[in-house]
């Protein structure tokens, strides 16, 4: 699709957050290669090797944490021109009936309650300049266009719920130039999916990449794969 993008990212900063690792870590590494100042966030931030990142402490479930990763970037950086809402867990495979409820929890307070607070603190600074970008790393599996059913019910839920962001977002900012996008990687090789998936990091990096490169022309409020709009 024939979108507007910055071919540069130089003096625009960036906040990745489950940069450690997997789909994360290769977003921020392309991301800071395209010029950017990337923050990686990280439950322990030495686990953020690349020396042209700054590693950020960012446990997405502790609020804490979220206030005072925001505070640094503003007294360091004083701008906020991209947040990838990245980090993630899967929840077990069973159904919802035989699914542990502390499961259920850990699902969404990570992968839903993390970026909806995340983005509620990090909105001023991306509101003060317009054409900011919110990408919520989403995936096929929260579809509610045909039914729902199988394993991992909270997962699903939990991104169709982060979707309800990206929407949400679109609805109330995008008046403001904010640019909020969803994106599903596809089936990627990482931790999550114990390396039988068929993707490497780099190709489900892609896309969510290409989104933060979205200039304010370009399209928000939709649900991307391979460079596509998906159905919600
Ligand atoms: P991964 O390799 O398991 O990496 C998950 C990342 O999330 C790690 O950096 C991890 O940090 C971080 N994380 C987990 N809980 C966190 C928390 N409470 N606070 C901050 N960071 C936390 O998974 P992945 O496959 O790269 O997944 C990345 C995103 O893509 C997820 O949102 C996932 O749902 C989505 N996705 C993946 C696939 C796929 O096929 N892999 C498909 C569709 C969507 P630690 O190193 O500290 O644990």
């Known amino acids: 699709m024939d979108v507007p993008l910055y071919d540069g990212l130089g003096g625009q900063v960036a906040l990745v957050t489950g940069a ?3 789909i994360g870590e290769q977003i921020a590494t392309e991301l800071a290669d395209t010029g950017a100042t990337v923050y990686a966030g990280a439950r322990d931030p030495t686990d953020i090797t690349a020396t042209n990142q700054r590693a950020i402490e960012l446990d ?4 804490s944490e979220i206030t005072a990763a925001v505070d640094r970037i503003d007294t360091e950086a004083g701008q ?3 947040l990838v809402n990245n980090a993630g867990v899967m929840d077990s495979r069973d159904s919802l009936d035989e699914m542990p409820t502390d499961s259920i929890e850990r699902t969404l307070t990570t992968n839903l309650h993390g970026p909806i607070t995340l983005t509620k603190y990090a909105l001023p600074l991306l509101l003060d300049r317009s054409g900011s970008r919110v990408v919520n790393v989403s995936s096929g599996l929260g ?3 045909d039914a729902q059913s199988g ?5 699903r839920i939990s991104k169709t719920g982060l979707n309800g962001l990206t929407k949400y977002l679109h609805g109330e900012y995008h008046d403001n130039g904010l ?4 994106v599903c990687p596809g089936y990627v090789q990482t931790d999550m999916t114990s390396g039988t998936a068929p993707r490497t990091p780099q190709e489900g990096a892609e ?18 794969r391979d460079k596509r709009p998906i159905d919600w």
């Open 20 to 22: 450690t690792r997997g």
């Open 60 to 63: 997405v479930t502790e609020e």
């Open 80 to 82: 906020l021109d991209i």
């Open 143 to 145: 579809q509610i266009t």
């Open 151 to 155: 394993d991992m019910p909270a997962y």
């Open 179 to 182: 640019l909020a996008n969803s």
């Open 207 to 224: 896309t969510p990449a290409w989104l933060a490169r979205f200039k304010p022309a370009a399209p928000g409020g939709r649900f991307w």
